[in-house]
């Protein structure tokens, strides 16, 4: 069946400190990827998607590519702020059984 | 993007009553709304997928005459907790498909925290 794992957290990094959170994905076909992101006490928001094979998703100085040899869509960013402190949530949408899958969660702290 | 909206925002009850989270998609009409549960630090658990104009199919385990699910509109779902206890108690989100994108996007509420006292 279909299923997500990403890294389990908690992430605590200082300002401006580079950031991974890996995600990796087990599907029958080709699925949509997204990160989606929940700051305290709100619902989840997009922050980026990748459709295809060799995507790249980008949004607000975060990145993922769509690995379909290593099928993974990690999470990247150069540098974090402070306000990026979040839970950030991989998933994926199976269009064909209409199957969307999230991953555990990771809870990121960024600290001036 | 489009915009789901859910109400309230947060509720308290006590042991025993209804209550009932509406999910309006606010500029686009969805045939297809979902509603997640989330526990504290935990990601999200699919409860059911509800169908404009028919019953909402239920995931493995949940209890659907006590989530009841109505789909009355396509802008509006609503999940009512029935005879809610604290076990109940969680945090439920919904989330709507814009069937206009292509690729099959789901925007979600800013959820709904319920706390049965």
């Known amino acids: 069946g279909n299923s997500v794992t990403q890294m389990e957290g908690p992430v605590t990094l200082s300002e401006e400190a580079f950031l991974t959170i890996n995600c990796t994905y087990t599907?029958?076909?080709?699925?949509?990827l997204f990160w989606y992101v929940q700051y305290p006490g709100e619902g989840l928001q997009l922050l980026l998607k990748?459709?295809?094979?060799?995507d790249k998703g980008s949004n607000k100085g975060f990145e993922a590519t769509y690995r379909k040899e290593t099928t993974s869509f990690h999470l990247e960013k150069g540098s974090v702020q402070v306000s990026d402190s979040a839970v950030y949530f991989c998933?994926?949408?199976?269009?064909?059984?209409?199957?969307?899958?999230f991953g555990a969660g990771t809870r990121l702290t960024v600290k001036p | 993007g489009a915009v789901v909206s859910q109400h309230p925002s947060w509720v308290i009850c006590k042991s025993g009553t209804s209550v009932k989270i509406e999910c309006r998609s606010l500029?686009?009409?969805?045939?297809?709304m979902f509603w997640y549960r989330q526990f504290p630090k935990q990601s999200l658990m699919l409860m059911a997928t509800?169908?404009?104009?028919?019953?909402?199919?239920?995931e493995q385990g949940v209890e659907k005459d006590k989530f009841l699910i109505n789909h009355a509109s396509l802008t509006l779902s609503t999940l009512t907790v029935t005879s809610a206890h604290p076990e109940d108690s969680s945090f439920y989100i919904c989330?709507?498909?814009?069937?206009?994108?292509?690729?099959?996007?789901?925007?979600f509420g800013p959820g709904t925290r319920l706390t049965v006292l």
């Open positions: 989330s709507a498909r814009d069937p206009r994108g292509r690729d099959n996007e789901q925007f």
């Open positions: 599907a029958t076909g080709y699925p949509s």
């Open positions: 990748a459709t295809k094979a060799d």
């Open positions: 998933a994926s949408y199976q269009y064909n059984n209409n199957d969307m899958r």
């Open positions: 500029d686009f009409q969805a045939t297809t």
């Open positions: 509800s169908n404009e104009g028919s019953k909402a199919t239920y």
